[in-house]
């Protein structure tokens, strides 16, 4: 009796179900990339927060400019990256700062080195992608832009609005309120309420959250629900290690107590630790490559064939110009050619009529000889 093969007992398992396996294997291999563009004046805690986020020192050598200084500053952008290990999984953060947004007497034109950063790096994107090295093109797009608005304002203000109003459509926006330590809970929650309202009179959208897919469990989905409920977020930050009730937090020491930042009664830092890490940090990159990317794109597509239609139009207009001087030139030519014929015509016609003349003046003379003869 012959022996059955081992693959027989798996006659119905085709085997794509390792896709996702292969897919993942993959990209823990290949590792993340994520850019992070943080915009405020100064003083809001933006250093803080973005080392508290990542558990890192991004700012060690910064100076902080005098008064002199911050009369004609400008804003300019940095980069920062840092390589990040967790689990196997390896990530390649870069943070771009804008330092002196905000700090000069005018800030008109604050916004504009933002624009024009962002605008930037999504035109090097598509000359690389339209290039021919297209494996190894290296994404600095910005994915999110956490927009620090100050405690103590009433709402926005005009220069807050006129930011985001031009970067809406351009990356995912997410407004954090610095410092909120500044403000009790009914504060927190008028000044959100305010904020939300401006944005809505002023037909700005900021960062949409994904909705969520019937099948996740409830958990996901309060959660979820939460996040949407705390925007914008109003945290506190702090690389300061505590010790209260015989237990190491992360907070900020007062007189009358400690600020934890990682308690959510006290600050929204982990709410937006779990957005922006943990679980929509891959929304953020594929909202940016759907759809501010390809809008990049298709008004690029749009210009470069407006270009080409324009330049087509021209050669064409040129081509008609030169063929009628060309059809000209030749009528000119024909014209002559038929005067030089007609004027040979009517040479002929001479020769052929002097030609009859003297051939009957010969014929007169040949008579009168041949009658003198006859006399």
Known sequence: ??????????????????LPEQVHRKSVKRGFEFTLMVVGESGLGKSTLINSLFLGDLYKNRQMPNVEERIEKTTRV?????DIEERGVRLRLTVVDTPGFGDAINCEDSWRVCTQYIDEQFRQYFTDESGLNRRN???NRVHCCLYFVPPWGHSLRQMDLDLIRRLHRKVNIVLVIGKADCLNKTEVR????????????????????????SDEDEDFKQQDRELKASIPFAVVGSNTILEVAGKKVRGRQYPWGVVNVEDPEHS???????????????????????????????????????????????LKRDSISSTNGF???ISETDRLLLQKDEEIRRMQDMLTQMQEKLKQT??????????????
């Open 190 to 213: 008028k000044l959100k309420e305010r904020i939300l309202q401006d944005l809505e009179d002023n037909h700005i959208q900021l960062y949409q959250f994904p909705e969520c897919d």
């Open 362 to 375: 010969h014929l007169m003379e040949m008579k009168k000889n041949d009658s003198v003869i006859d006399v």
């Open 1 to 18: 009796m012959s022996k059955t093969p081992s693959f027989d007992k798996d006659r119905d398992y085709i085997g794509f179900a390792t």
């Open 137 to 139: 093109i290296q994404d």
């Open 327 to 329: 059809d000209a030139a």
């Open 78 to 82: 940095e980069k920062k990256t840092m």
């Open 268 to 314: 929204d830092f982990i709410k937006l630790r779990t957005f922006l890490i943990s679980t929509h940090m891959q929304d953020l990159k594929d909202t940016t490559q759907d759809v501010h990317y390809e809008n990049f794109r298709a008004q690029c597509i749009s210009q470069i064939s407006q270009h080409a239609l324009r330049e087509r139009g021209k």
